[in-house]
Protein backbone atom coordinates (compact mmCIF):
# COMPACT_ATOMS: atom_id res chain seq x y z
CA UNK A 1 0.00 0.00 0.00
CA UNK A 2 1.54 3.42 -0.58
CA UNK A 3 0.94 6.41 1.71
CA UNK A 4 -1.78 8.82 0.97
CA UNK A 5 -2.03 12.32 0.59
CA UNK A 6 -5.36 13.47 2.77
CA UNK A 7 -6.56 17.24 2.53
CA UNK A 8 -7.42 18.39 6.26
CA UNK A 9 -10.64 20.80 6.34
CA UNK A 10 -8.39 23.62 7.34
CA UNK A 11 -6.53 23.27 4.30
CA UNK A 12 -3.76 21.76 5.88
CA UNK A 13 -2.02 19.05 3.83
CA UNK A 14 -0.39 15.66 5.66
CA UNK A 15 1.03 12.06 4.31
CA UNK A 16 -1.36 9.10 6.01
CA UNK A 17 0.69 6.22 6.90
CA UNK A 18 -1.11 2.70 5.36
CA UNK A 19 -3.78 1.02 7.59
CA UNK A 20 -2.04 -2.60 8.64
CA UNK A 21 -3.05 -5.03 6.40
CA UNK A 22 -2.89 -8.81 8.39
CA UNK A 23 -5.10 -10.24 6.23
CA UNK A 24 -3.74 -9.61 2.62
CA UNK A 25 -0.28 -8.30 3.49
CA UNK A 26 1.44 -9.05 6.59
CA UNK A 27 4.61 -7.19 7.42
CA UNK A 28 5.67 -10.25 9.29
CA UNK A 29 5.72 -12.23 5.75
CA UNK A 30 7.47 -9.89 3.84
CA UNK A 31 11.50 -9.79 3.94
CA UNK A 32 12.68 -6.81 1.51
CA UNK A 33 10.29 -6.82 -1.86
CA UNK A 34 9.54 -10.65 -1.49
CA UNK A 35 6.29 -12.23 0.18
CA UNK A 36 6.83 -15.58 1.84
CA UNK A 37 4.03 -16.78 -0.36
CA UNK A 38 6.04 -16.05 -3.27
CA UNK A 39 9.49 -17.70 -2.12
CA UNK A 40 7.49 -20.50 -1.48
CA UNK A 41 6.31 -20.99 -4.67
CA UNK A 42 9.76 -20.12 -6.33
CA UNK A 43 11.42 -23.41 -4.03
CA UNK A 44 8.43 -25.43 -3.63
CA UNK A 45 6.54 -25.63 -6.14
CA UNK A 46 2.51 -24.32 -6.89
CA UNK A 47 1.16 -28.09 -6.27
CA UNK A 48 2.96 -27.80 -2.90
CA UNK A 49 1.68 -24.12 -2.15
CA UNK A 50 -1.88 -25.25 -3.28
CA UNK A 51 -1.75 -28.25 -0.61
CA UNK A 52 -0.22 -25.73 1.72
CA UNK A 53 -3.17 -22.79 1.19
CA UNK A 54 -5.78 -25.53 1.72
CA UNK A 55 -4.39 -26.53 5.00
CA UNK A 56 -4.13 -22.72 6.08
CA UNK A 57 -7.80 -21.98 5.00
CA UNK A 58 -8.35 -25.36 7.40
CA UNK A 59 -6.24 -24.08 10.23
CA UNK A 60 -7.86 -20.39 10.24
CA UNK A 61 -11.61 -21.49 10.15
CA UNK A 62 -10.93 -23.99 12.69
CA UNK A 63 -9.46 -21.41 15.30
CA UNK A 64 -11.45 -18.47 14.47
CA UNK A 65 -13.89 -18.64 17.44
CA UNK A 66 -11.12 -18.79 19.82
CA UNK A 67 -8.47 -16.58 18.42
CA UNK A 68 -9.34 -13.74 16.13
CA UNK A 69 -12.63 -14.12 14.57
CA UNK A 70 -13.50 -12.14 11.72
CA UNK A 71 -10.11 -11.60 10.53
CA UNK A 72 -9.04 -15.49 10.67
CA UNK A 73 -12.55 -16.19 8.14
CA UNK A 74 -10.84 -13.35 6.17
CA UNK A 75 -7.00 -15.18 6.19
CA UNK A 76 -9.09 -18.73 5.44
CA UNK A 77 -10.64 -16.84 2.32
CA UNK A 78 -7.71 -15.16 0.89
CA UNK A 79 -5.60 -18.77 1.26
CA UNK A 80 -8.61 -20.16 -0.68
CA UNK A 81 -8.69 -17.08 -3.47
CA UNK A 82 -5.03 -18.05 -3.70
CA UNK A 83 -5.58 -21.44 -4.25
CA UNK A 84 -8.35 -20.71 -6.65
CA UNK A 85 -5.86 -18.57 -8.74
CA UNK A 86 -3.17 -20.75 -8.86
CA UNK A 87 -5.34 -23.59 -10.00
CA UNK A 88 -6.77 -21.29 -12.64
CA UNK A 89 -2.88 -20.29 -13.42
Given amino acids: MSDQLIQEAGGGMYISKPAVDNVNHPSHYETGKFE ?7 TQGKEAVKDF ?3 NAFKYLYRHGNKNGLEDI ?4 WYLNKFVELEEN
Fill in 74 to 77: KKAI
Fill in 53 to 55: CVC
Fill in 36 to 42: CIDVMLE
